[in-house]
């Protein structure tokens, strides 16, 4: 039996991964835990009595914001939020590279 590759069936276009009904609820309850644990980095970067808790509380938040992205393209298939991510953590560690330059300096230079 010889396999057709212009097949116009939709089922060999469809990912195997994001069919499962486990994979499915095992992304919802990891949105729940990351959405509950992004609620309390931003009262942490609230009430952080310093700025380098602020700052950590912030980058954690783009952490968290990162894998939300990631579990969500685990979720429904699509490439294009893994390289959302990607562009979301780079943009996250120059701005901790940079808060932690203004740190380092300190605020009166």
Known sequence: MTMNFLTTDLTLATP???????????AQVSLIVLVIALGF??????LGPTL???V??????????????AVSAIETGDVIFLRVAMVAALFSF????????????GPDH
């Open 16 to 26: 195997m991964l994001a069919a499962t009904t486990l994979v499915n609820v095992t």
């Open 41 to 46: 980095a931003f009262l942490r970067l609230v």
């Open 52 to 54: 380098p808790d602020r």
């Open 56 to 69: 950590v509380a912030l980058d954690l938040a783009a952490t968290l914001l990162v894998g939300m992205i």
């Open 94 to 105: 120059i701005g901790t590279i940079g808060f932690c330059w203004y740190l380092q300096r």
